[in-house]
């Protein structure tokens, strides 16, 4: 909590013309009153806006220059999977993605952004279909719950079908991060059979 006040105190304070002169126990209150869960506190404190660490503007750079040099427009090698540095593979009835977690795609609390997450459960779910009937499918509608964040890497994603149809399907994936803990759990609607 004393690096939290301090962050806050020599940086945040400091930002805003409108704000009066503030103190360190003001702060201290202020912030227990925010984060009163312990997850959203912890997340808080590990996170790497708080430690007053920039991103990794290499990585990013790399990331980004190597996606529009390699990228393919087709599964596994498109852009976005490309840029988000995955590795997709496959089992008997699922789809497997290792998730590398750099800085670069974090949100301002300093957590993998949640945005990101499910646009890695909606490729864990579309590559699946394509691997299973050769055409690609449709999303329809995704659902998605995020239950803790994802700080460190690698993070693995897994996407299964609930229930094939012909026409429309149903299939399910889940985030778990490096310690096998649950992040993240989405369902999702797809439309099958679409010709490439």
């Known amino acids: 909590m004393t690096r939290m006040i301090d962050?806050?105190?020599?940086?945040?304070?400091?930002?805003?013309?409108?704000?009066?002169?503030?103190?360190?126990?003001?702060?201290?209150?202020?912030?227990?009153?925010?984060?009163?869960?312990?997850?959203?506190?912890?997340?808080?404190?590990?996170?790497?806006c708080c430690k007053g660490n920039l991103m990794n503007e290499d990585i990013a750079r790399e990331r980004i220059e190597t996606a529009l040099r390699d990228y393919k427009q087709e599964f596994g090698s498109f852009f976005i999977a490309k840029m988000l540095g995955l590795g997709i593979s496959y089992s008997e009835e699922s789809c497997n993605i290792q998730i590398p977690v750099d800085d670069f795609l974090f949100n301002p609390q300093g957590t993998y952004h949640g945005g990101m997450l499910a646009t890695v459960m909606d490729i864990s779910m579309g590559h699946l279909i394509k691997k299973v009937t050769g055409k690609a499918g449709i999303t329809l509608e995704m659902k998605n719950q995020f239950l803790r964040p994802l700080i460190e890497g690698p993070g693995f994603c897994e996407g299964k079908f609930i229930r094939q149809g012909r026409s429309v399907s149903f299939l399910e994936s889940r985030v778990w991060d490096v310690n096998e803990k649950l992040v993240a759990h989405g369902t999702s609607t797809w439309k099958m059979g679409i010709q490439e």
């Open 7 to 48: 962050y806050f105190y020599n940086h945040a304070a400091d930002s805003y013309d409108f704000m009066q002169p503030i103190d360190k126990f003001e702060i201290n209150v202020l912030l227990r009153n925010l984060f009163k869960t312990p997850t959203n506190y912890c997340a808080l404190i590990s996170s790497s």
